[in-house]
């Protein structure tokens, strides 16, 4: 899954025409294979979509798909409630699409993950194109409006040095000049089948936790992942896991930014002896 969503993004890299509010649409179960909105909160979607989709099985189905990719990089809270308010709209008694001002969010949110594999933002998802607050529209939930601000958050950046058999000094260099150093064993699975590509095994050892919070370290290096796909893919080889050594630091607005990787072999005994002398350490 080296390559982001293309297929969704070539199928709507021209704008649409205009949705006719007044032609004839008919209301459908959301499938169980449409993973991407199954758990969205309604159980029944309008067809065609505000994509123009009318095929549930050829068209809908496959492109929502398409679109998991983003989603689990957690770009944005509400990117799925977004995605899926065009996707597979709600079905009642009148068409909601989503806001103008919702948009915005998660296209300024979410249009930098894009731009990390190398696409724009689809002109058929321009803002412009979607109703103002006033109207009957879905709008940003205010308890998002200022989500995790105080959270360090992924971010694309380039791509971090990886150093082999570091010495015990480089090591050491590193965890003092870098706000955080962590161990971390990253797996690729050969096959995504809708999960993600790279994740996270097992726990997050700190040994230089800095502004790393805990309980969101683990998520926040998948997230990174997920993230920079490019990078990612030089880390770990098709169906293997590799534990490294993780040293970055937290930039002002609040982005993490890996520095510099250190892959941690069993032969690594520099790295190893490092880890042990940093507790009394003085940088």
């Given amino acids: 899954m080296a390559v982001f969503f293309t297929v969704a993004l070539l199928a709507m890299s021209s704008p649409l025409t205009a949705f006719d509010m ?13 993973k991407v909105c199954k758990d969205v909160g309604y159980s029944e979607m309008r067809l065609p979509n505000f994509l123009g ?3 549930l099985e050829g068209e809908v189905v496959p492109r929502s798909e398409d679109w998991r990719p983003l989603l689990q990089t957690g770009c944005h809270p509400q990117a799925q409630a977004f995605l899926c308010s065009l996707i597979a709209p709600v079905c009642l ?3 909601i699409q989503p806001c103008h001002s919702l948009c915005v969010a998660v296209r300024d949110s ?9 696409h724009p933002w689809p002109e058929a998802l321009d803002c412009d194109r979607f109703p103002a607050e006033e109207d009957m529209c879905l709008s940003p939930h205010a308890k998002f409006s200022h989500f995790a601000k105080d959270l360090p958050k992924p971010a ?10 570091p010495a015990m000094k480089t090591v050491l260099e590193a965890f003092c000049q870098h706000d955080f150093a962590v161990t971390a064993k990253l797996h690729r699975r050969r ?5 993600p590509e790279f994740e996270v095994e097992g726990r997050v050892e700190f040994i230089r936790q800095g502004p790393l919070l805990p309980y969101d370290t683990q998520h926040l290096i998948q997230q990174w992942l ?3 796909l490019q990078c990612a893919n030089v880390l770990v080889r098709p169906g293997r896991s590799q534990f ?16 510099r990787l250190f892959p941690w072999h069993k032969k690594d005994t520099n790295i190893a002896v490092a880890t042990r002398k940093w507790k009394h350490h003085r940088c």
């Fill in 22 to 34: 007044g032609q004839s649409t008919r209301c459908v179960a959301i499938p169980n294979q449409m």
């Fill in 156 to 165: 694309c950046q380039n791509c971090p040095s990886v150093e082999e058999a």
């Fill in 244 to 259: 490294y050594v993780l040293t970055g630091s937290v930039q002002p607005d609040g982005t993490l930014a890996l520095t």
């Fill in 110 to 118: 979410c249009a930098p993950v894009l731009a990390c594999q190398g």
């Fill in 93 to 95: 008694d009148t068409f």
């Fill in 226 to 228: 997920l993230i920079n």
């Fill in 53 to 55: 989709h009318s095929n």
């Fill in 191 to 195: 096959l995504p089948m809708g999960e």
